[in-house]
């Protein structure tokens, strides 16, 4: 991560502020003195600033999740546009449309209708329609696009948001807030930082220090980035190489197996087993035979003598009783 030179940022114009009477007291920290009815920012608080942010854009970077820039300014517009296209990231520099991130759902169709729009252009149905309706099309294709071309790429609700100049984007600012996404932002005299996660207190009217603090951030994100691709390629090749230890293993296995010696009659190895186990065996079987032969003789001997007391009971109740002779 390269580090961020107070030098730099002094030739950029980053320490020019508003003037005085429209400052914001919750920036005072931030001021270092005022000059010609101007507030001038302290750099050195800046670079720390900086420092933090590009840190945390690094990690979200790694994590794979979209950072949203968002600079509809004129100052801010092509530069935006520029250094955000060159690391893939969304960003909106026309106006904001008004549920962006809270509705994001309806903002996602207007996305797909350019997409289908494309996919008629390639089927051929598009030549199909009349003159007036190419027409149509052909617009409000133009429209999204200006509007929403730069979101193409964003199927879900961004990681984070990057605003240059938070009281003109107080619109995205609140709607990160309601959905606890972590405000990153180019902060100036005149605006309130406790609206913000990181702050970074510069210049946001200047378009040179606009260009010098956006290319620390996307170079911040570009690394987090690399970091992200090196750590895939990584753990391919681990998986790879295990998957190629296995199949060697079960190769090993199966020539072991097939260069073992054959099982012949002849051979002595063979017979001395089959010789020294088969008598066991017998005598496993007699015992076991012995055993169901003394439970049949067992369950015969039970059924003699429950019939012998059957015989007796019976006798028994033939026999006349005393009282019956007489």
């Not at 260009?211 to 170079?219: D, F, N, P, R």
Request: aromatic share 4%; proline share 4%.
């Amino acid at each position: 991560m390269a580090q961020t030179e107070v030098k730099d940022l002094l030739n950029a114009g980053v320490h020019f502020g508003h003037l005085t009477r429209k400052w914001n007291p919750n920036m005072a920290p931030y001021i270092y003195m005022e000059r010609n009815g101007i507030h001038i920012i302290n750099l050195y608080k800046t670079a720390a600033k900086i420092e933090e942010a590009q840190a945390a854009l690094k990690k979200i970077a790694i994590s794979g999740r979209k950072i949203l820039f968002v600079a509809t300014k004129k100052q801010a517009k092509d530069i935006v546009a520029e250094k955000v296209k060159n690391i893939n990231m969304p960003y909106i520099t026309e106006r904001w449309p008004g549920g962006m991130l809270t509705n994001f759902i309806t903002i996602r169709k207007a996305v797909k209708k350019m997409a289908a729009v494309d996919r008629m252009k390639k089927d051929g149905t598009f030549e199909t329609l009349s003159k007036k309706e190419k027409l149509q099309v052909s617009r409000m294709r133009d429209k999204l696009e200006k509007n929403l071309g730069s979101i193409t790429d964003m199927t879900r609700l961004p990681g984070a948001l990057f605003v240059v100049d938070i009281t003109r984007e107080h619109i995205a600012i609140k709607e990160a807030q309601k959905l606890n996404i972590p405000i990153f932002a180019m902060v100036d005299t005149n605006s309130d930082p406790r609206k913000v996660d990181y702050v970074i207190p510069s210049n946001d009217d200047a378009s040179k220090s606009i260009e010098k603090i956006l290319s620390l951030v996307t170079l911040s994100v570009s690394e987090g980035l690399s970091e992200r691709k090196n750590e895939k390629e990584s753990i391919e090749k681990d998986e790879s190489q295990s998957i190629i230890k296995k199949e060697d293993s079960k190769i090993k296995t199966d020539s072991k197996l097939k260069h073992e010696p054959s099982t012949d009659s002849n051979s002595s190895v063979d017979v001395k087993p089959e010789k020294e186990i088969s008598p066991e065996i017998n005598v496993d079987k007699k015992i076991e035979d012995k055993k169901t032969k003394t439970l049949a003789s067992k369950t015969k001997t039970k059924a003699i003598k429950t019939k012998i007391v059957a015989k007796k009971i019976k006798t028994v109740a033939k026999k006349p009783s005393s009282k019956e002779k007489e």
